[in-house]
C-alpha cells in the first residue's frame, strides 16, 4: 500500500501559516536553554517529571523532550488529559480530568506541558491536580499564549509565543480532530 500524498493547492489551501514550523523549531531551541536553567529544575532534588496534557501538547511534548534532552536533561514524562472545549471553539463549563497520570508526581518537580494557555482554567486546574499528587515544585510551559482571555489568574513560566486572540490548529492542535497533524501552526 503506498501513502499518497496530496500538496496543498490553491484549491484546497491549508491553514494560514501563523507559525511557521521553522520558527517553532527555533524557539523550542530557545525555550529549552531557558527551562534548563529554571531554578525549580536547577536545584531539583530528585528528577523532573515531564507531564504532557493530552491531546493538544503531544507534538510540542515530543520536541521539547528532543531539544531537552540534546541539551543533557533526559525527562521521564507522563500524561494526563483533560476536556473543556468538546466539538467548540470556546470552553464548554469545567475543566474535567478524562485520564490521569500514571506516575505520581509526589515528591518531585514536574515540568507541566500543555499546548495553549487561553482562559487559563485549564493550567490552574492542572496545577491544583498536581499539587494534590504532591508534587514539590511545578514548572510549567506552554507553546502558545493568549493573555487577552485570561479569566483565571494564572501565568506559564515559559512561554514559546504570545498568540492572538484566534482560533488556531495544527502542531498538534485541532478543530473538532482534525489537522492536528500539521507541522506549523496556522489559522483557520
Ligand atoms: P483554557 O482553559 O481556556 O486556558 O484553555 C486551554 C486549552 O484550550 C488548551 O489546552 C487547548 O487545548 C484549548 N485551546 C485554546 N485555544 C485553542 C485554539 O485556538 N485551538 C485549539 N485549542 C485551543
Ligand atoms: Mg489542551
Redesign the pocket.
Known amino acids: 500500500m503506498s501513502l499518497e500524498l496530496r500538496p496543498r493547492t490553491a484549491q484546497a489551501p491549508g491553514p494560514e501559516v501563523l507559525f511557521s514550523a521553522a520558527e517553532i523549531a527555533a524557539r523550542i531551541g530557545t525555550l529549552a536553554d531557558e527551562i534548563i536553567a529554571d531554578p525549580v529544575m536547577v536545584e531539583a532534588a530528585r528528577p523532573p517529571l515531564a507531564v504532557c496534557?493530552l491531546?493538544?501538547?503531544f507534538m510540542f511534548t515530543a520536541d521539547l523532550m528532543r531539544a531537552l534532552s540534546a541539551r543533557g536533561l533526559d525527562l521521564e514524562v507522563t500524561f494526563l488529559q483533560?476536556a473543556?472545549?468538546g466539538s467548540g471553539?470556546a470552553?464548554q463549563g469545567p475543566?474535567t480530568l478524562l485520564q490521569d497520570t500514571d506516575s505520581t508526581a509526589a515528591g518531585r518537580p514536574v515540568l507541566l506541558i500543555?499546548?495553549?494557555?487561553?482562559?487559563?482554567?485549564?493550567?490552574?486546574?492542572l496545577q491544583t491536580h498536581l499539587r494534590a499528587q504532591g508534587a514539590t515544585g511545578i514548572v510549567s510551559t506552554?507553546l502558545?499564549d493568549?493573555t487577552e482571555?485570561?479569566?483565571?489568574g494564572?501565568s506559564a513560566d515559559h512561554i514559546g509565543f504570545d498568540?492572538p486572540n484566534?482560533?488556531?490548529?495544527g502542531y498538534g492542535?485541532?478543530?473538532d480532530g482534525r489537522y492536528r497533524g500539521l507541522p506549523y501552526v496556522g489559522v483557520l
Open positions: 496534557a491531546r493538544g501538547a483533560v473543556s472545549y471553539t470552553p475543566v500543555d499546548d495553549i494557555l487561553d482562559t487559563g482554567h485549564t493550567l490552574a486546574f506552554v502558545l493568549k482571555r485570561r479569566e483565571a494564572v498568540c484566534v482560533f488556531v490548529v492542535m485541532d478543530a
